[in-house]
């Protein structure tokens, strides 16, 4: 009898531990197409007399969009996800509130490198209009470590992969940590990619729930 049939006293087990999260949530059609109408006047508002984009170029609007009168079906709806993670995490305190939100316009040839957003609890994006070939967002394992060694594998699984690739759409909301470093690829479609991203912070921090801390091991 082999040791492989007869040493085990149980089906071998693989913890998967300290996952990464990205919470994925869909607008219905009917709410997500005349917001997005609003969305998109506003921008062209603000756009007014600036040069169109050329390709490879992108802009990114102020940080409070979410204080603008358009963007009020929008708000609730990052508030709602922001719950979401509150109660997915079981955090017992004030949930996080959005501390930013911009909009990005890339034009087909833009990318956007991979990068965080220090000082937040939460960030996320809501895509007011994507396309095929400009209809994905990458995000990159957070474990640094992880490429000290890299050896070549067979196949490519979630599970020895440095990057994952998101299909996002028109309608889509998209929360991950802030920690996450996440990075956007070239727009290889004929039309421009715009998408509105924000950052959730709790409010008050130091004052109402932890001290800043410092030399942690
Ligand atoms: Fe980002």
């Known amino acids: 009898m082999s040791a492989e049939n007869d040493v085990w006293s149980a089906t071998p087990e693989v913890l998967r531990l300290f996952p990464s999260f990205v919470w994925k949530s869909q607008l219905r059609g009917d709410v997500h197409a005349p917001l997005n109408a609003l969305i998109l006047e506003r921008l062209n508002e ?5 040069p169109q984009l050329q390709h490879g170029e992108s802009w990114q609007s ?5 204080t603008l009168n358009e963007f009020r079906t929008l708000v609730p709806c990052i508030d709602t996800a922001a719950q979401r993670v509150q109660e997915f995490l079981r955090i017992a305190s004030s949930t996080p509130h959005i501390t930013g ?3 990005n316009i890339n034009a087909p040839g833009s990318s956007h490198r991979m990068h965080t957003h220090p000082n937040n609890f939460l960030s996320g994006v809501y895509y007011v209009q994507v396309q095929e070939r400009a209809d994905t967002i990458n995000f990159h394992d957070p474990r640094p470590e992880t490429a000290v060694i890299r050896p070549p594998v067979s196949e490519l699984t979630a599970y020895n ?3 994952v690739v ?9 929360v991950f940590p802030s920690w996450l ?3 956007v690829d070239t727009n290889c479609s ?11 912070m709790f409010p008050s921090f130091a004052e109402t729930m932890a001290e800043p801390l410092w030399g942690v091991p």
């Not at 603000?46 to 600036?50: A, E, I, K, N």
């Open 46 to 50: 603000m756009r007014r007399g600036l």
């Open 62 to 66: 102020g940080h409070g969009l979410h």
């Open 101 to 103: 939100c911009w909009a």
């Open 161 to 163: 992969t440095d990057q």
């Open 166 to 174: 998101v299909t996002v759409a028109t309608g889509m909301l998209l």
């Open 181 to 183: 470093p996440h990075s």
């Open 190 to 200: 004929e039309h421009t990619r715009i998408s509105v991203s924000f950052n959730l």
